[in-house]
Nanobody
């Protein structure tokens, strides 16, 4: 079992930056990919970015390309999301998740989330 704890959320003005962290513990040997997701009020959860834990290949949603950067530190079992040029529409609860190679994120492990609020 993998435990995930997100930190780094907060309130920021539009155009500002935040850095989210997701610390993993437990069965981290089985991590295949880690990802950041977000859910805004009244909207469905959406993927923001994810990263291949071993090789480092990344995926970004079109809405965040060029503004957000996902990274990971394998020695610290921690994933990061650097968010720059934030917009009010980025306001959401941000969750990190992990999955193995044989399950989807929905069937993986999730953190409790961290609130990001971007004021206009």
């Amino acid at each position: 079992q993998v435990q995930l704890v997100e930190t780094g959320g907060g309130l920021v003005q539009a155009g500002g930056s935040l850095r989210l962290s997701c610390a993993a513990s437990g069965g981290t040997f089985n991590i295949y990919r880690m990802g950041w997701f977000r859910q805004a009020p009244g909207k469905e959860r959406e993927v923001v970015a994810d990263i291949h834990w071993s090789g480092g290949s990344t995926y970004y949603a079109d809405s965040v390309k060029g503004r957000f950067t996902i990274s990971r530190d394998k020695d610290k079992n921690t994933m990061y999301l650097q968010m720059d040029s934030l917009k009010p529409e980025d306001t959401a609860v941000y969750y990190c998740a992990v999955r193995s190679s044989v399950v989807r994120y929905d069937d993986g492990y999730w953190g409790r989330g961290t609130q990001v609020t971007v004021s206009s």
